[in-house]
């Protein structure tokens, strides 16, 4: 098990259906920590890179105008194993398949507005972190303190 810092993107459709604190507690209820945060609107430029493995694709032009088309919240998680969990936590792209009890299964009704972006490895995850967060923003980063309440601890590592 290894400690993992993920991007998150709570998309323009959660935003603006007031889901972000919803979404966000689930997070922290699991255990994750907020390395950093920010409320921002990601121009053309930021989404052709953020997306640019599906740049050939022809749902391409409509990624990236939704993703630039409202604000959008983008979190840096950190935990055990937090690629694996949180995607198993935001569930399938489309929110009519996706199981109840995962956020799309919650709170979604469409394979568009899919409310929520997750890194799907842990190299997408270096990659897109970097994106969108500098060195210097990671304030609340390896809080030792607040994880030695969510996991057991073995040899100096968590469990």
Do not use: C
């Not at 409320?39 to 640019?52: E, N, P, R, T, V």
């Amino acid at each position: 098990m290894a400690l993992e810092k993920t991007l998150v993107i709570l998309k323009p459709d959660a935003v603006a259906r007031r889901l972000a604190g919803r979404i966000i507690s689930r997070f922290e209820d699991k255990g994750f920590s907020i390395a950093a945060l920010k409320y921002m609107k990601i121009d053309a430029a930021l989404a052709d890179k953020h997306y640019a493995e599906h740049k050939e694709k022809p749902f391409f032009p409509s990624l990236t105008k939704f993703i630039t088309s409202g604000p959008v919240i983008v979190l840096a998680l950190e935990g055990v194993d937090a690629v694996p969990v949180i995607r198993k936590m935001v569930g399938a792209t489309n929110g009519r398949a996706a199981e109840p009890g995962s956020i799309r299964g919650d709170f979604g009704m469409s394979r568009g507005f899919n409310l929520i972006h997750a890194s799907d490895s842990p190299e997408s995850a270096e990659r897109e972190l970097n994106l969108f967060f500098k060195p210097e923003d990671f304030i609340h980063s390896g809080d030792q303190a607040g994880l030695s309440w969510n996991y057991e601890w073995t040899n100096g590592k968590p469990d």
